[in-house]
């Protein structure tokens, strides 16, 4: 699962650098690592507040990366407390806070039935509005929901790059 969650991390980090105008903050993990090594420093590190953050046109995305391999559905659990808190944090501030979920696995007979495609894989991004996605009653999502209720990143399959143009559009939920 690792190769995927960097695969995902690096197309959209290439796909956000091709974007015109944009401030990037690449937020390392730095901190894990540095705990690995030196246990007794835990308790000076602050906990990362999510993956990236992006500044285009005066308005600030806080951005989480979430990479489905196993399941055609994405558990809010996956989430960490503080990753929620910041990415509302960042919407409460008058930005935006995303979670975006790659699917990202080959598809069974069963699941093929299920999604009613030929298809042997499947490689699909949603953008999930942080205040859409923790009001909801869910804590499990279903891509079935996600094609209904969030909004798909397009990926372009020439340049492997994701059309982010769609998150500065998207209204935050009041």
């Known amino acids: 699962m690792a190769n995927n969650e960097n695969e995902f991390r690096k197309i ?21 690592r ?15 507040a999510y993956d990236l953050g992006l500044l285009r046109k005066g308005k600030y995305l806080g951005i ?3 990479n489905e391999s196993r399941n ?6 996956e989430l960490k407390p ?20 790659r699917f990202k696995k080959a598809l069974s007979v069963r699941d093929r039935k299920r999604l009613n495609t030929k298809k042997f894989a499947i490689d699909i991004a949603f953008a999930c509005d ?11 999502f279903s891509i079935e929901y ?3 209720n969030f909004q798909v990143l397009e990926l372009n399959e020439f340049t492997k790059k994701y059309d982010l143009e769609i998150l500065w559009k998207i209204s935050p939920k009041k």
């Open 12 to 32: 959209f980090l290439d796909s956000a650098k091709s974007v015109k105008s944009i401030h990037i903050v690449d937020i390392p993990d730095d901190a894990k």
């Open 34 to 48: 540095i705990v690995a090594i030196h246990p007794e420093c835990a308790n000076l590190i602050a906990e990362k």
């Open 64 to 66: 989480e990366l979430k």
């Open 72 to 77: 055609l559905t994405w558990n809010i659990s």
């Open 82 to 101: 503080h990753q929620k808190r910041n990415l509302l944090h960042a919407a409460k501030c008058g930005g935006h806070g995303f979670v975006l979920v």
């Open 130 to 140: 942080i205040v859409k996605l923790t009001s909801c009653k869910l804590t499990s």
């Open 146 to 148: 996600m094609l209904e």
